[in-house]
């Protein structure tokens, strides 16, 4: 089956760190840039950071940059995202997502659209 | 920063057309794609590239960009449309992905 699994989320303190995971199965998993996007409660998405399928290119949200480390290991199929210093704002669902498919126009790894999603791993940040 | 700005809600009776728009500075020069988000559930991708469906959607969802507004369509709503919606490009300029703030689609 084609999936994508999250896992490592919970309760932290603020200022604390939390590593997430993303277990890919069902398909290629280095031939795809991943990235990953959360969601704070009641709220919109926001996209947090991608990394291309050898880890070349990455590339991060202002609100996450110098606090958090997006990276893979593509001998296990998994994504991963290193969160610290972490802060109430935060707290939110964080979904990985396949960049599957490729946008129009000018090739670049975040031209693309989020063709696969996980189920969401939580987040909360809180003392 | 690039900002897409889609309306809080639209709302539309069963068997009616939904039209969810995202506005944006010249958007119709960007590639534009549309997820949907039903209550406790993961995005589906519904469109991308403007007006292109990903395999087993329906042919009721479309889209269209133009200008400075790319719109989602949805023929012949389902009370199971029901759902948010979020567009969301390439920001080029600042290498970063940007989403719409969403729109709830509420079947009347």
């Known amino acids: 089956e084609v999936q994508l699994v999250e896992s490592g989320g919970g309760l932290v303190k603020p200022g604390g760190s939390l590593r997430l995971s993303c277990a890919a199965s069902?398909?290629?998993?280095?031939?795809?840039?991943m990235n990953w996007v959360r969601q704070a409660p009641g709220k919109g998405l926001e996209w947090v950071s991608c990394?291309?399928?050898?880890?070349?290119?990455?590339y991060y949200a202002d609100s996450v940059k110098g606090r958090f480390t997006i990276s893979r290991d593509n001998a296990k199929n998994s994504l991963y995202l290193q969160m610290n210093s972490l802060r109430a704002e935060d707290t939110a669902v964080y979904y990985c997502?396949?960049?599957?498919?490729?946008?129009?126009?000018?090739?670049?790894?975040?031209?693309?659209?989020?063709?696969?999603w996980g189920q969401g791993t939580m987040v909360t940040v809180s003392s | 920063s690039y900002v897409l700005t889609q309306p809080p809600s639209v709302s539309v009776a069963p068997g009616q057309t939904a039209r969810i728009t995202c506005g944006g500075n010249n958007i119709g020069s960007r590639s534009v794609h549309w997820y949907q988000q039903r209550p406790g559930q993961a995005p589906v991708l519904v469109v991308y590239?403007?007006?292109d469906r990903p395999s087993g959607i329906p042919e009721r969802f479309s889209g269209s960009n133009s200008g400075n507004t790319a719109t989602l369509t949805i023929n012949r709503v389902e009370a199971g449309d029901e759902a948010d919606y979020y567009c969301q490009m390439w920001d080029s300029s600042r290498d970063h992905v940007v989403f719409g703030g969403g729109t709830k689609l509420t079947v009347l």
């Open positions: 590239n403007d007006n």
């Open positions: 997502a396949r960049a599957g498919l490729v946008g129009s126009g000018y090739s670049h790894p975040l031209n693309v659209a989020f063709d696969m």
């Open positions: 990394i291309s399928s050898s880890s070349s290119y990455i």
């Open positions: 069902g398909f290629i998993f280095s031939t795809y840039n």
